[in-house]
C-alpha cells in the first residue's frame, strides 16, 4: 500500500475549498442498473493492498475495468498494472489504463477522480484517507474505503461529515473492513445477537504476531524528509495511525460488531516500543473499553518477534461463549454450535456485494459504523500514549491533527518521536 497525497502546496483548508468547486463539475452518478453500463474504477493508492482491492473488484463484476491509477511513486503503478495485466490476461481490456490514465505525485488522487471513473479505492496508508474520501464524495463517486478510516479525531470528524454528505448525493461506501464478511464470523455473530449465549458481559480480543518489518527503514542520500517517511510509512503515526490502527483495527471492528456498533463510554490502555527502530510507531498496546451498560472488553495486541502469537475474539455472555478465531467460528453453554459450511475470501465478497448492491441500485453506506470502529482504535492509541483515561466523547473533540498543514517534497518533516506515558500531554 503506498501513497497519494494532497497537493504539495495545499493546506486543509484549501483542499476542502477545492473540492468543493470540483463538486459544480462532477459527473452524474451511475448506477448501472444492467449490466450493458460498463463501470469505470480508479485505484488511488498501488500497492499491495490497493492491487489486491482492483483484483477483486474487477473479478465482483464482468462489466468493469480498471481505468485510471494514481500513486505518488511510479514504480508502484507499474508493478501493480503488471500484477492485474497478469492475472486478467484472458481478457486484457479489463485492465484499460493507458499512459494518459496512470497518474503520479502528491495531486495523482484529484486527476484519477477526474479521469471519468464511477467507482474509487481508497488505499492509501491511513493518514490521507480522510481528505481522499472527502474529494470522491465532493466528485460524485462511489467508494470502497480501505481502513484505517483516519489516524486522528479531526480526520474521524472529516469522515463522519463525508458519510452525510454520501448519504444526501445517494452514494455508497463500503468500508475495507472485511472480517464482516467472513461467513464464519457471520453466521456466529448472527447467532449471538439472537441471544445464542445471552448477554454479553464481557470480550477479549487479540492479535498478536511477529514484529512487521515491511519496510528495511534504510534512508537513502537522495532522499527528502518526506519521501523518506512515505517509503516507511507504517513506522509513522501521521501516516498509519499506528499498527493498532493499521493492523488491529480488525480486530477492534469485532469489538464493535459484537456491541451492536454502540461506541464505548471510555478506555484506559497501556503499550511500550520494544522493537522499533525509526519513526514514532509502537509494538504493543493492552486497552480497557468500558461501556454504559457494564461490558468490559479488553484488547492485547503485539507486533514483536519471540513472543506468543495469537488471533481471537471470544464473546463471553450470561448463558455461554462465542469464539472466533483463525478462520472458525464456535459457540459454547446454553447451545452448541460450530460452523461448518464453506468459506469464501471475505476480501472478495465484500466486493461481490458491493458490486451487487450497486448494480441494484442500491448504495450502501458503512460510513457511520466504520468511522466509530476506527475511533475505537484512536481513542486506545491515545490513552496508552499518554497514560491517561480517556472518554468517548472527549476524544471525538479533541483537537489532535497529525496531518501537516501543507506538504511538499522539500519540506523539512523532522523524525517524530515515539510518545511517553506520564509525558505525552492529552490533546
Given amino acids: 500500500m503506498q501513497i497519494t497525497a494532497v497537493p504539495p502546496i495545499a493546506s486543509r483548508r484549501h483542499f476542502l475549498a477545492a473540492t468543493s468547486a470540483a463538486t459544480l463539475s462532477a459527473p452524474a452518478i451511475l448506477h448501472a442498473a444492467n449490466r450493458s453500463d460498463k463501470l469505470r474504477i480508479g485505484l488511488i493508492g498501488c500497492g499491495g493492498r490497493g492491487t489486491g482491492a482492483a483484483a477483486q473488484a474487477l473479478t465482483a463484476d464482468s462489466n468493469v475495468e480498471l481505468h485510471a491509477m494514481g500513486d505518488v511513486f511510479r514504480t508502484q503503478i507499474d508493478s501493480s498494472q503488471t500484477s492485474l495485466a497478469k492475472q486478467f490476461e484472458k481478457d486484457p481490456t479489463r485492465v484499460n489504463v493507458p499512459e494518459s490514465r496512470k497518474f503520479t505525485g502528491l495531486d495523482a488522487y484529484q486527476q484519477v477522480l477526474q479521469s471519468g471513473v464511477d467507482v474509487v479505492l481508497l488505499t492509501t496508508p491511513g493518514g490521507f484517507r480522510p481528505f481522499h474520501l472527502r474529494a470522491a464524495i465532493e466528485a460524485g463517486?462511489?467508494?470502497?474505503?480501505?481502513?484505517?478510516?483516519?489516524?486522528?479525531?479531526?480526520?474521524?470528524?472529516?469522515?463522519?461529515?463525508?458519510?452525510?454528505?454520501?448519504?444526501?448525493?445517494?452514494?455508497?461506501?463500503?468500508?475495507?473492513?472485511?472480517?464482516?464478511?467472513?461467513?464464519?464470523?457471520?453466521?456466529?455473530?448472527?447467532?449471538?445477537?439472537?441471544?445464542?449465549?445471552?448477554?454479553?458481559?464481557?470480550?477479549?480480543?487479540?492479535?498478536?504476531?511477529?514484529?512487521?518489518?515491511?519496510?528495511?527503514?534504510?534512508?537513502?542520500?537522495?532522499?527528502?524528509?518526506?519521501?523518506?517517511?512515505?517509503?516507511?510509512?507504517?513506522?509513522?503515526?501521521?501516516?498509519?495511525?499506528?499498527?493498532?490502527?493499521?493492523?488491529?483495527a480488525h480486530s477492534i471492528d469485532k469489538v464493535a460488531w459484537a456491541m451492536r456498533d454502540v461506541q464505548p463510554a471510555k478506555c484506559h490502555a497501556s503499550g511500550a516500543r520494544q522493537q522499533g527502530t525509526i519513526g514514532d510507531a509502537w509494538d504493543q498496546w493492552d486497552v480497557t473499553y468500558e461501556w454504559d451498560n457494564g461490558v468490559i472488553g479488553v484488547l492485547k495486541t503485539r507486533y514483536q518477534n519471540g513472543c506468543h502469537n495469537e488471533h481471537r475474539d471470544v464473546l463471553i455472555g450470561t448463558k455461554g461463549r462465542c469464539e472466533l478465531g483463525w478462520g472458525g467460528a464456535k459457540i459454547t453453554g446454553a447451545m452448541n454450535w460450530r460452523y461448518e459450511g464453506e468459506k469464501p475470501v471475505s476480501h472478495q465478497v465484500e466486493h461481490d456485494e458491493f458490486f451487487a448492491d450497486l448494480r441494484a441500485g442500491r448504495t450502501p453506506n458503512d460510513g457511520q459504523r466504520m468511522a466509530q470502529s476506527t475511533m475505537m482504535g484512536i481513542m486506545g492509541r491515545m490513552s496508552a500514549y499518554t497514560g491517561k483515561e480517556v472518554t468517548w466523547d472527549f476524544a471525538m473533540k479533541s483537537k489532535l491533527a497529525t496531518m501537516p498543514e501543507k506538504l511538499s517534497w522539500d519540506m523539512k518533516l523532522p523524525e517524530p518521536k515515539p510518545a511517553v506515558p506520564g509525558k505525552t500531554p492529552l490533546v
Wanted: proline share 4%; aromatic share 12%.
Fill in 141 to 248: 463517486k462511489h467508494v470502497f474505503c480501505e481502513k484505517p478510516m483516519g489516524v486522528d479525531p479531526a480526520g474521524i470528524r472529516s469522515v463522519l461529515e463525508s458519510t452525510k454528505l454520501a448519504k444526501e448525493k445517494n452514494l455508497a461506501i463500503r468500508a475495507g473492513f472485511n472480517f464482516r464478511f467472513e461467513s464464519p464470523y457471520r453466521a456466529a455473530m448472527q447467532r449471538v445477537q439472537d441471544g445464542a449465549i445471552g448477554d454479553i458481559v464481557s470480550i477479549y480480543s487479540t492479535r498478536m504476531s511477529n514484529r512487521l518489518a515491511r519496510f528495511d527503514g534504510v534512508r537513502k542520500p537522495e532522499q527528502t524528509d518526506l519521501e523518506w517517511q512515505l517509503r516507511n510509512w507504517h513506522y509513522f503515526v501521521w501516516l498509519s495511525g499506528d499498527f493498532i490502527l493499521e493492523v488491529t
